[in-house]
């Protein structure tokens, strides 16, 4: 067994038990302590199929999924962190590809969570939207 293992299979414990990471079709890629959450292509996931564009409620989930993945992981959590408050920016609209997304803990209180998470397709410099969030941390996280 590779010593990516266990980190994977922790990754993919907190992904089963988000309900909506199955629906999203998430998977997670774990290099070192550097994760990143892909969302692939599925035209379920489509808003506006003028465009056609992924739908904003897909991509915010996709956002919030990433920041609760890294918290959980991070952490080395039994429960999932819960959503205080977050904002998102739309920043281009999401086109019909596989989409990445990455989070960055900021700080991590007793209680509290501060975490930012940008998402983006073909370049990573070219992001589609971005989420800060504040995370309710589970009791006994440690700071």
Same mark, same amino acid.
């Given at each position: ?6 980190? /994977?299979?922790?990754? &993919? +414990?907190?992904?089963? =038990? %988000? @309900?909506?990471?199955?629906?999203? $079709?998430?998977?997670? +890629?774990? =290099?070192?302590d ?11 996931? %489509? $808003? ?19 920041? %609760?993945?890294?918290? !959980?992981?991070? $952490?080395?959590? /039994? ?6 408050d977050?904002?998102? +920016?739309?920043?281009? !609209?999401? =086109?019909?590809?596989e ?5 960055? %803990?900021?700080k ?5 969570? *501060? ?8 370049? =990573?410099? *070219?992001?589609?939207? &971005? ?6 941390? @589970?009791? $006994? &996280? /440690?700071?």
């Amino acid at each position: 067994m590779s010593a990516r293992a266990p980190a /994977d299979a922790a990754v &993919a +414990d907190v992904l089963k =038990r %988000i @309900p909506y990471a199955a629906y999203l $079709g998430a998977r997670a +890629d774990q =290099r070192g302590d550097e994760l990143t959450l892909v969302l692939p292509f599925s035209e379920r996931l %489509i $808003g506006n199929v003028a465009l056609p564009a992924l739908h904003g409620g897909v991509v915010g989930a996709f956002l919030e999924l990433t920041a %609760i993945a890294q918290l !959980s992981v991070s $952490g080395k959590l /039994d429960r999932l962190p819960k959503t205080i408050d977050i904002s998102i +920016d739309y920043l281009r !609209s999401g =086109r019909p590809v596989e989409s990445y997304a990455r989070a960055r %803990i900021v700080k991590v209180g007793r209680r509290i969570a *501060n975490v930012q998470v940008e998402a983006w397709q073909a370049e =990573r410099g *070219n992001p589609i939207a &971005a989420l800060h969030g504040h995370f309710l941390m @589970p009791n $006994g &996280a /440690d700071a």
